[in-house]
């Protein structure tokens, strides 16, 4: 079959899971649906296909829906995300070197693989940067993905679990536990002005990636809808297209899970224990902290503190009704951070203590 067929039975199966998952009420069911369903898939038959372009489209739609909610008083609020985005780049310093320190000392991973294999960025991004300084980019990836699949099967139940029992404190003005209010939001659709943003945020998404600038399809696309906003008022964006997104979003990471990730996880074991109970620990602790000594509710500053994919992050945030404008934000900046920042000082790190 050809690529086309084969990404259109994909999204199929990746749809069949995500819509029975949303049935039975699992949280973000959409996406951790369509994840497993692709995942299972990709196991049995190795064909699980996904198209790149598609992954941008899905970005700059991440990027509209994000505008969408961006209004002139949350651009004056952007000043008080300063202190948050100090103390968040601040922890995933000390999370790399927490994580690939134990990694160095408890498994046999070389020094540059441990390091970029917890660097909260992207998995190929990593992978190839790695690679550079002699680094497995295989274990690399997989370890890359690893961490993306513990955030999106364990953290939607968790911060769910913690929404229902109250154990996120409402902020200011909002009159469910955990969820900001969003001042402005209309209570229907206005179609005409949806279709103006998508057309603007399409344009800014494809400009900013043809500038090679890091997720630029996303990155063009909010900063295009958010002026669009602030000028022409919010706008809700359908729910209907939110599951598609989440349902798109899903597939993806299954794709990226093969027979050959999964005969690597023996191996990994160490390393994926390490991950699992370290990345749920940093995420709870990090986002009290960033909460206790910042404006930023605690709801936000969890889905800040989560190391998981910027487009992703969006959707969930939307999905749960958190404020998805200051998460894409949060998450953008960590991203320029890692891909500047993080070569350099692993390179210096590996050069001190190579093995």
């Known amino acids: 079959m050809d690529n086309l067929t084969m990404f259109l039975i994909t999204i199929a199966i990746g749809a069949t899971g995500g819509l029975i998952a949303r049935k039975l009420g699992i949280p973000s069911g959409a996406m951790v649906g369509s994840m497993f369903f692709v995942i299972i898939f990709n196991l ?42 100090i103390l968040l780049l601040s922890a995933f310093i000390l999370m790399n070197f927490t994580f690939g320190g134990l990694m160095i000392l408890f498994t046999d991973l070389d020094v540059p693989t441990a390091l970029f294999a917890t660097s909260p960025g992207g998995a190929s991004d990593m992978a190839l940067i790695g690679e550079e300084l002699g680094a497995n980019p295989a274990y690399i990836a997989l370890l890359q993905v690893l961490r993306l699949l513990i955030i999106f ?50 344009a800014a998404g494809l400009f900013f990636r043809w500038l090679g600038i890091t997720s630029g399809a996303m990155l063009g696309s909010m900063l295009a809808g958010a002026t669009f906003t602030v000028f022409m008022g919010k706008n809700r964006f359908p729910s209907q297209i939110r599951v598609c997104m989440s349902i798109l979003s899903g597939a993806f990471m299954g794709c990226r899970f093969s027979r050959a990730d999964l005969a690597n996880i023996d191996v990994l074991a160490i390393p994926i224990l390490i991950m699992l109970i370290g990345l749920i620990v940093f995420i709870l602790f990090n986002g009290f902290l960033v909460s206790k000594f910042t404006d930023l509710d605690y709801p936000t500053a969890l889905f800040a503190s989560t190391p998981g994919g910027m487009t992703e992050m969006a959707i969930l945030a939307e999905d749960m009704g958190v404020d998805s404008f200051k998460v894409s934000i949060l998450h953008t900046i960590r991203l320029f951070f890692v891909i500047a920042f993080f070569p350099t000082m692993n390179k210096l790190l590996c050069s001190l203590f190579i093995r």
């Open 44 to 85: 049995i038959t190795e064909k699980a296909y996904f198209i790149p372009d598609v992954k941008t489209g899905l970005q700059i739609l991440s990027g509209a829906m994000t505008g969408c909610r961006v209004g002139r008083e949350d651009v004056e609020g952007l000043k008080k995300l300063v202190k948050p985005i």
């Open 153 to 202: 099967t364990c953290c939607p139940p968790l911060f769910k679990y913690l929404f229902r029992t109250g154990r996120m404190k409402k902020g200011e003005g909002t009159e469910d536990p955990g969820i900001p209010a969003q001042p402005g939001m209309p209570d229907k659709t206005n179609w005409t002005k949806l279709v103006l943003v998508f057309a603007v945020c399409t």
